[in-house]
């Protein structure tokens, strides 16, 4: 459970209720951080469904592992995912968009292939650390 995420507990519980008898549902939590990787990189799609978010990290851990995300627009989630580009950004609480976008990259992998792909790039270009590193040589440069 995210620890800054005080409702996480309940709602699991919930949603463990609910899937309970479920044989193609499993639910993981505190996955190490090799499952976790394993499973963004064997995704189709992976969820971001946030009501308020921070930068959310997780949505770049996927964009890098080139699997196009489905997220909501708020935080920083906008700032990494590029709606129709290497993902989608949706209303938190629209839920028959989500169903749709998640139900039309799974129905073209050919799509998802080239957001994922887009995703890998947007990241590189933007997030990396080498990115910044590289912005302050050029800064370094102009003011010498």
Same mark, same amino acid.
Do not use: C
């Given at each position: 459970?995210?620890?800054?995420?005080?409702?996480?507990? *309940? +709602? !699991?519980?919930?949603?463990? *209720?609910?899937?309970? @008898?479920?044989?193609?549902?499993?639910?993981?939590?505190? =996955?190490?951080?090799?499952?976790?990787?394993?499973? %963004?990189? =064997?995704?189709?799609?992976?969820?971001?469904?946030?009501? #308020? *978010?921070? !930068?959310?990290?997780?949505?770049?851990?996927?964009?890098?592992?080139?699997?196009?995300?489905?997220?909501?627009? $708020?935080? @920083?989630?906008?700032? %990494? $995912? +590029?709606?129709? #580009? &290497?993902?989608?950004?949706?209303?938190?609480?629209?839920? %028959?968009? !989500?169903?749709?976008?998640?139900?039309?990259?799974?129905?073209?992998?050919?799509?998802?292939?080239?957001?994922?792909?887009?995703?890998?790039?947007?990241?590189?270009? &933007? !997030?990396?650390?080498?990115?910044?590193?590289?912005?302050?040589?050029?800064?370094?440069?102009?003011?010498?």
């Amino acid at each position: 459970m995210a620890t800054d995420d005080p409702e996480g507990q *309940e +709602i !699991f519980e919930k949603l463990e *209720e609910t899937v309970r @008898g479920e044989k193609d549902i499993h639910l993981i939590i505190n =996955a190490s951080d090799i499952v976790i990787n394993a499973l %963004q990189r =064997a995704s189709a799609v992976v969820i971001q469904k946030s009501l #308020k *978010e921070g !930068f959310a990290i997780t949505v770049s851990e996927a964009l890098w592992k080139k699997t196009p995300v489905v997220a909501s627009n $708020v935080g @920083g989630i906008p700032s %990494q $995912v +590029i709606d129709g #580009k &290497n993902g989608y950004l949706l209303d938190p609480v629209d839920y %028959q968009g !989500f169903s749709e976008k998640i139900t039309y990259l799974l129905k073209h992998p050919d799509i998802a292939k080239k957001m994922g792909e887009f995703g890998k790039k947007h990241v590189q270009k &933007n !997030f990396l650390i080498t990115r910044h590193l590289s912005d302050y040589i050029e800064l370094m440069k102009k003011t010498i």
